[in-house]
């Protein structure tokens, strides 16, 4: 079955970086798209970035663009977003998940669990 392994969260000072992982198991990892959300508590949640299948086009909300930036790598199925730049209101649970095929304009289907990202002085 589908599994999405959320890593690299943590405590980072503002203006500070990090970069989360996403390792994917249980599906062709090269036909899907993937994307990172976050959603902290009472708000709604933020679709942050995607990563189309196959052509790697990628996508990002006016909140993150030119701060963030994400990739994939086929050879450890693994999705990655680097966070530069990072702010207070930055702070999340970060979560990724498939999309119902290699494009971002469809939906969401699969979830990890998700990884805490607190930015804080």
């Known amino acids: 079955q589908v599994q999405l392994v959320e890593s690299g969260g943590g405590l980072v000072r503002p203006g500070g970086s990090l970069r989360l992982s996403c390792a994917a198991s249980?599906?062709?990892?090269?036909?899907?798209?993937i994307g990172w959300f976050r959603q902290g508590p009472g708000k709604e949640r933020e679709g942050v970035s995607c990563i189309e299948g196959g052509v790697d086009h990628t996508y990002y909300s006016d909140s993150v663009k030119g701060r963030f930036t994400i990739s994939r790598n086929s050879a450890k199925n693994t999705v990655y977003l680097q966070m530069n730049s990072l702010k207070p209101q930055d702070t999340d649970v970060y979560y990724c998940?498939?999309?119902?095929?290699?494009?971002?304009?469809?939906?969401?289907?699969?979830w990890g669990q998700g990884t805490q990202v607190t930015v804080s002085s």
């Open positions: 998940a498939t999309y119902l095929s290699w494009s971002c304009s469809t939906s969401p289907e699969h």
């Open positions: 249980g599906f062709t990892f090269d036909d899907y798209a």
